[in-house]
């Protein structure tokens, strides 16, 4: 696991404007904290919060029933467009994004969040473990004979962990502290990162 402190911001080529408007989303595995951190981090920098697993389900219904409409491959395909009109609205107003576990898996979402101040939570099975149990609404998760959630968590984050590091501006070991500890640490990189490309 990667000391957050250690790690600086990477420099891309496409790295965001410097003099825009606060923009910062949030990857990371299923139960990493992405809604819950993403709302404190959206207050402390008085930007407006967007979830876009909130926005699928407003417009399109429970998640649940989307997966088994329409396969994972439909949830994908409406996660994408929630995304981009996230990204339309805070790329304006500013924003701070938290995706949905699976964002990641599509090649044209690692494009978009890795032209944007991405911050990658890094959890493990242990801190997650009470979290999963305790909340059974996903449906990647659901409890069958076969493979218990936790299983499940684990093979998704094996699958996914790489592409989480490759897409992610920055990591935050997420493993300990209180959401509102955690948010700091968030907004902190984040300024520290304007600050260090010439922004307010
Ligand atoms: N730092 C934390 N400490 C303890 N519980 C947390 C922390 N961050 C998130 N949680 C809890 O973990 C659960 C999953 O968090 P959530 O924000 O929904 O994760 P995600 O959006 O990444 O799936 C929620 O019940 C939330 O209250
Ligand atoms: O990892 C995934 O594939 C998913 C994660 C969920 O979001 P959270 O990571 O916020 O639980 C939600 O988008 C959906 O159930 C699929
Ligand atoms: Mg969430």
């Given at each position: 696991m990667t000391d957050p402190s250690s790690v600086p911001p990477r420099r891309r080529n496409s790295d965001p404007d410097p003099d825009g408007p606060d923009v910062l989303c949030l990857i990371g595995p299923m139960a990493s904290g992405k809604t819950t951190l993403g709302r404190a981090v959206a207050r402390h920098l008085g930007v407006p919060f967007i979830d876009t697993d909130a926005q699928i389900v407003a417009h399109h219904g429970a998640i649940a029933d989307i997966f088994a409409a329409d396969g994972e491959d439909g949830f994908r395909t409406l996660e994408t467009e929630a995304l981009r009109q996230a990204l339309e609205t805070a790329d304006v107003h500013g924003g701070v994004i938290a995706t949905g576990g699976g964002a990641v898996v599509r090649a044209e979402n690692r494009e978009i969040l890795g032209h944007r101040f991405t911050v990658y939570l890094e959890i493990d099975e242990e801190t997650v473990a009470s979290r999963?149990?305790?909340?059974?609404?996903?449906?990647?998760?659901?409890?069958?004979e076969d493979e218990e959630p936790l299983a499940k968590w684990c093979r998704i984050f094996s699958e996914r962990a790489g592409l989480y590091r490759e897409t992610?501006?920055?990591?935050?070991?997420?493993?300990?502290?209180?959401?509102?500890?955690n948010a700091e640490r968030i907004v902190d990189a984040y300024r520290r990162f304007r600050t260090s490309r010439g922004g307010i």
């Amino acid at each position: 696991m990667t000391d957050p402190s250690s790690v600086p911001p990477r420099r891309r080529n496409s790295d965001p404007d410097p003099d825009g408007p606060d923009v910062l989303c949030l990857i990371g595995p299923m139960a990493s904290g992405k809604t819950t951190l993403g709302r404190a981090v959206a207050r402390h920098l008085g930007v407006p919060f967007i979830d876009t697993d909130a926005q699928i389900v407003a417009h399109h219904g429970a998640i649940a029933d989307i997966f088994a409409a329409d396969g994972e491959d439909g949830f994908r395909t409406l996660e994408t467009e929630a995304l981009r009109q996230a990204l339309e609205t805070a790329d304006v107003h500013g924003g701070v994004i938290a995706t949905g576990g699976g964002a990641v898996v599509r090649a044209e979402n690692r494009e978009i969040l890795g032209h944007r101040f991405t911050v990658y939570l890094e959890i493990d099975e242990e801190t997650v473990a009470s979290r999963i149990e305790r909340d059974q609404h996903r449906p990647l998760l659901s409890r069958q004979e076969d493979e218990e959630p936790l299983a499940k968590w684990c093979r998704i984050f094996s699958e996914r962990a790489g592409l989480y590091r490759e897409t992610a501006r920055h990591i935050v070991d997420v493993r300990s502290g209180t959401p509102s500890a955690n948010a700091e640490r968030i907004v902190d990189a984040y300024r520290r990162f304007r600050t260090s490309r010439g922004g307010i």
